[in-house]
């Protein structure tokens, strides 16, 4: 039923007319306007039309219905109008609307102009105001319809692009996975290196969303401006392959090699040295960027001296550039930190820490987390004689992200 007649002074039964209109179906209503119409006589549809809204045409039709013989019934069972009743849809009654949208939509599709599924960049009610503009009046709700009939859907971003790639990657992965498989294999610890993305500390809005009381939602600063803060909390993980455990070193100060290799050193303090005490070799798993970089000097000299202190070598197996994604500690660990801590403000250190410790699932895993309140930094550089203290033996197979580094006290 259209929209009713406010505009004129109605009757004290029209008004009752109109009350009982709003508790019927469309089929009841316009049976029952067809009713009045037929008493009132001649100019009766008129009238009702106008104190109503519904329209002349259909209060007729009804009064058909009514002359009938038939039953009155929906035309289906769970139906209000018969089967091809009701206004046209535009598709049908201006079938040029739907090419028009989509010549409207293909002057900014982005993507593959051949995949079945394609998305826009313009706001369905953008689009049905470029429609009316050029003679078409529809709503946006008709301008979603179209598209999706079009092949269109909403879509996101989606990161395929990973750059160059180096022909030696698929056997990297290769590699990697017998040396870990030998690993576990004599009980030899494996651990998944890399650092979480720096977090900003303080009354700042994390992602996500927590349960609060109704009305209640935890306030922040509106801007994320670091001066606000109290500074960064920079997680860095070891991730035990095996055991499905990890130790999480939070630093303050700057991601560098030191800190990548005290993050490992406390990983050994914390789990290592308990759970592998009979171990005779380290293997780290690690991207092949960052504080943990194949090129860092910095990096193998620290590992030299926690050799020498854990007396075993470590051995270093790095992640083709571009590959960061398939390294385990990413799903595995750092996943279930961002779930964990989602909606909830990282306001302090201690926050940081116990947010990253209580990360639990369902498949076991276990993390201790710890913070690290010592200086790292930047630009410590390493000379060539330095370097030369390192006992460094590079693997046949592309050696320059394969390397082991000899225990001088084994």
């Not at 003679?135 to 859907?153: E, F, N």
């Not at 750059?163 to 610890?189: A, H, M």
Request: aromatic fraction near 6%.
């Amino acid at each position: 039923m259209g929209s009713l007649t406010n505009g004129q002074r109605l009757t004290a039964e029209e008004r009752r007319w109109v009350k009982l209109l709003s508790t019927l179906n469309e089929a009841q209503a316009r049976w029952f306007v067809a009713d009045k119409a037929l008493d009132l006589g001649r100019g009766g549809v008129s009238h009702l039309s106008q104190v109503t809204g519904m329209s002349r045409m259909t209060i007729t039709k009804a009064m058909k219905e009514l002359r009938g013989r038939g039953a009155l019934r929906p035309a289906a069972v769970g139906r209000i109008r018969r089967a091809g009743a009701g206004r046209k849809c535009i598709e049908e009654s201006a079938p040029e609307v739907t090419t028009l949208i989509a010549r409207i939509v293909e002057e900014t599709t982005a993507g593959d102009p051949m995949s079945l599924l394609r998305w826009t960049s313009k706001s369905t009610r953008t689009i049905a105001e470029e429609v009316a503009r050029r003679g078409h009046r529809i709503d946006a709700s008709t301008v979603g319809r179209c598209l999706h009939d079009l092949g269109y859907s909403l879509q996101a971003n989606v990161k395929t692009k990973e750059g160059p790639q180096s022909v030696s990657r698929d056997e990297q992965f290769r590699y990697i996975n017998r040396l870990v498989k030998g690993y576990i294999k004599t009980e030899d610890p494996v651990i998944s290196v890399d650092t979480k993305k720096k977090e900003l500390v303080g009354e700042f809005r994390n992602p996500g969303q927590t349960w609060r009381p109704h009305g209640d939602p935890i306030e922040v600063h509106v801007h994320d401006f670091p001066h606000l803060g109290r500074g960064k909390a920079v997680p860095y993980g070891a991730y035990d392959i095996a055991r499905n455990r990890a130790v999480v070193n939070v630093g303050i100060s700057h991601d560098t090699a030191e800190f990548a290799v005290e993050s490992v050193r406390r990983w050994w303090r914390l789990d290592g040295r308990r759970l592998y005490h009979d171990a005779r070799r380290l293997l780290i798993c690690a991207d092949s960027g960052g504080s943990n970089g194949p090129k860092l000097r910095a990096w193998k000299l620290g590992l030299q001296t926690l050799a020498d202190e854990i007396a075993m070598p470590i051995t270093v197996c790095h992640y083709p550039p571009g590959t960061s994604k398939w390294n385990k500690i990413e799903h595995r660990l750092f996943s279930f930190i961002s779930l964990n801590w989602r909606g909830r403000p990282l306001v302090n250190y201690e926050t940081v820490v116990n947010l990253i410790g209580a990360t639990k699932t369902r498949t076991g895993l276990r993390v201790k987390a710890v913070l690290d309140t010592g200086t790292y930094a930047k630009g410590l550089t390493v000379d060539d004689q330095a370097l030369c203290d390192v006992q460094l033996r590079r693997h046949t197979f592309h050696p320059d992200w394969n390397y082991t580094i000899e225990s001088l006290t084994s």
